[in-house]
C-alpha cells in the first residue's frame, strides 16, 4: 500500500513564502518521477513542477523563477519551495509520483489527499 502525504499548506501574504512537503511510504520499489500538481475552484488540476531522478525538472511557466521543486530518493521526499506568491497561485496542490510498488508491477501514478495553499492580504 502506497501512501503520499502532504504538509505545509497554509494562508500566506502576496509576497510571501511557502514549503510544501510530501513523503512517499509503504511499498516502494522504485519512484520515476514526483511532481506538484495544482487545483483552483473551477478549474481543471494542473501541472506545478515536476522531477525525474534528482536533476530533471520541468516547471508551469507560470511559477518559472519563483517556485523549485527539490527531491530526496534515500527519504522518498518532495519538497516544493514557493517564494514571491501571488493570489492566482491559491489552490489545493496534490503531490504526485510514478513509482513502481514492487519489481512486478508497472510505474503508475499515486497521488496525495492535497494540501491548501490561500495567498491573500
Known amino acids: 500500500q502506497v501512501q503520499l502525504v502532504e504538509s505545509g499548506g497554509g494562508l500566506v501574504q502576496p509576497g510571501g513564502s511557502l514549503r510544501l512537503s510530501c513523503a512517499a511510504s509503504?511499498?516502494?520499489?522504485?519512484?520515476?518521477?514526483m511532481g506538484w500538481y495544482r487545483q483552483a475552484p473551477g478549474k481543471e488540476r494542473e501541472l506545478v513542477a515536476t522531477?525525474?531522478?534528482?536533476?530533471?525538472?520541468n516547471y508551469a511557466d507560470s511559477v518559472k523563477g519563483r517556485f523549485t521543486i527539490s527531491r530526496d530518493d534515500v527519504k522518498n521526499t518532495c519538497d516544493l519551495q514557493m517564494n514571491s506568491l501571488k493570489p492566482e497561485d491559491t489552490a489545493v496542490y496534490y503531490c504526485?509520483?510514478?513509482?513502481?510498488?514492487?519489481?512486478?508491477?508497472?510505474?503508475?501514478?499515486?497521488w496525495g489527499q492535497g494540501t491548501q495553499v490561500t495567498v491573500s492580504s
Open positions: 504526485n509520483a510514478i513509482l513502481q510498488a514492487t519489481f512486478r508491477d508497472f510505474f503508475r501514478h499515486y
Open positions: 509503504g511499498s516502494i520499489f522504485g519512484i520515476k518521477t
Open positions: 522531477i525525474a531522478g534528482l536533476s530533471f525538472t
